[in-house]
């Protein structure tokens, strides 16, 4: 009864990965992917051939979800400038940021 169980059990795994994609059981036509947003740090990521850290991975991932936000050293510097402390909002500074 115990060898019934791990055949079934067998049968059953075999079935559940005919249904996923695997890199065994895929074929990936590469010019099927096009991406045409954020064409800088696509064009960056293409280039990349060093090690991954952290922040790399953090850069494929926005892309890839179209979510990566490229900021301008000009807003970066008011954002910057942005007193940690402040109790109020001072608002020139936020519009120039914006």
């Known amino acids: 009864m115990c060898d019934k169980k791990i055949v079934e059990f067998s049968i059953m795994k075999e079935k559940e990965s005919e249904k996923h994609k695997t890199l065994s059981n895929i074929n990936i036509q590469w010019n099927e992917y096009k991406y045409d947003y954020q064409q800088e740090l696509t064009s960056n990521l ?24 490229k900021i301008d050293d000009e807003a970066l510097s008011y954002l910057n400038k942005i007193n940690k402390t402040d109790k109020k909002i001072n608002l020139s500074l936020t519009r120039k940021v914006l």
Do not use: V
């Not at 293409?46 to 936000?69: M, P, T, V």
């Open 46 to 69: 293409d280039k990349l051939s060093g090690d991954f850290n952290q922040s790399i991975i953090n850069e494929i991932i926005l892309w890839k979800l179209n979510r990566y936000a």
